[in-house]
């Protein structure tokens, strides 16, 4: 499973769009990125999924560059309610293997 | 459709006492997936499951952890003669299918304390 980076912390303000960026230089042709979200005291919910280019749904955006070495996922207009940590995974195994993810607080 | 069960939500155990999981995986899910997550860390898989089979325990510690998922009921993450380090919240999630990286559908948890 290839290893990824990301930051630990960010803070942003509410109306704001947020960047948040993965790095992942080892990636395998056959792996996908996938996307978390971690609120407190809950399990982590599925945000988005992709291989290349961009993928976009209902709650966020997902930008892969040609290389594939790193992918940002962009959550548009944040609110309160955003604050939660987000996990960046990549690989196709049954299981899950999640980093420390990036505790992302949103202010008002 | 409900989500993924588990109870207890919270759970105070003693050392050396019996601790058990239970996880009901969402309906139409055959596979269930156990998860430990230490405080401020990442969650680590344990096991993964299917109907009366396991089919990965790579993330298992090798002693006082069991899993099984009964053709009927629900799944149980069993841990014997529990130990302060083994606090923690479990966290239980299920899948459609084994192809689970976009579809694992996570429980609330089990917070485990162990005094």
């Known amino acids: 499973l290839a290893k990824t980076t990301q930051p630990i912390s960010m803070d942003s303000y509410e109306g704001q769009e947020v960047n948040i960026t993965c790095s992942h230089n080892?990636?395998?042709?056959?792996?996908?990125i996938t996307w978390y979200q971690q609120f407190p005291s809950q399990g982590p919910r599925f945000i988005i999924q992709g291989y290349k280019t961009k993928v976009t749904n209902e709650v966020a955006s997902l930008f892969i560059p040609a290389d594939r070495k790193s992918s940002t996922l962009s959550l548009p207009r944040v609110s309160l309610s955003d604050t939660a940590v987000y996990y960046c995974l990549v690989g196709r195994d049954d299981k899950i293997i999640f980093g420390k993810g990036t505790r992302l607080h949103i202010l008002p | 459709n409900a989500g993924v069960m588990q109870n207890p939500r919270h759970l105070v155990r003693r050392r050396g006492q019996e601790a058990r999981l239970r996880c009901s995986p969402m309906k139409g899910h055959s596979h269930v997936y156990w998860y430990r997550q230490l405080p401020e860390e990442g969650l680590k898989f344990m096991v993964y499951?299917?109907?009366?089979?396991?089919?990965?325990e790579s993330g298992m510690p090798k002693e006082r952890f069991s899993a099984e998922f009964p053709k009927e009921g629900p799944s149980i993450l069993r841990i014997q003669q529990v130990v302060r380090g083994d606090s923690a919240a479990y966290f239980c999630?299920?899948?459609?299918?084994?192809?689970?990286?976009?579809?694992?559908?996570f429980g609330p948890g089990t917070r485990l304390t162990v005094t």
């Open positions: 499951l299917q109907k009366e089979n396991i089919i990965d």
């Open positions: 999630a299920s899948s459609p299918s084994r192809t689970g990286w976009n579809e694992q559908y």
């Open positions: 080892n990636i395998a042709t056959n792996d996908y």
